[in-house]
């Protein structure tokens, strides 16, 4: 069965990095657009970042923008996401998400919303505190 785990999660003071990875067992997603979503205590499911199938483009939130960088491997089945000047205000459980829609064409209004992604891992605690 598919499966998509996170890892790579902790503790960071404001202004360090971190870096998150995620790989998916049970299928090849090669093919498939691969995102981050994160979400805090008491607060809405928000979109981070995502990676198109073929690697070519990737989108962010504006509020990660020039921070956090999404990459894919391929060949390890993972899509990672380097962090990078970290606030108290990124603290959430990160997760990564895979589309259910192959070979998806490139429209940043498709990959906002969670609903668009059919696999979901667990998720990663990541706390920035001092």
């Known amino acids: 069965q598919v499966q998509l785990v996170e890892s790579g999660g902790g503790l960071v003071q404001p202004g360090d990095s971190l870096s998150l990875s995620c790989t998916a067992s049970?299928?090849?997603?090669?093919?498939?657009?691969l995102a981050w979503f994160r979400q805090a205590p008491g607060k809405e499911r928000e979109f981070v970042a995502a990676i198109t199938w073929s690697g070519s483009n990737t989108i962010y939130a504006d509020s990660v923008k020039g921070r956090f960088t999404i990459s894919r491997d391929n060949a390890k089945n993972t899509v990672y996401l380097q962090m990078n000047s970290l606030k108290p205000e990124d603290t959430a459980v990160y997760s990564c998400a895979a589309d259910d829609v192959p070979f998806r064409a490139y429209s940043i209004g498709s990959y906002y919303s969670p609903h668009e992604y059919g696999y979901w891992g667990q998720g990663t605690q990541v706390t920035v505190s001092s």
């Open positions: 049970g299928r090849t997603f090669s093919n498939y657009a």
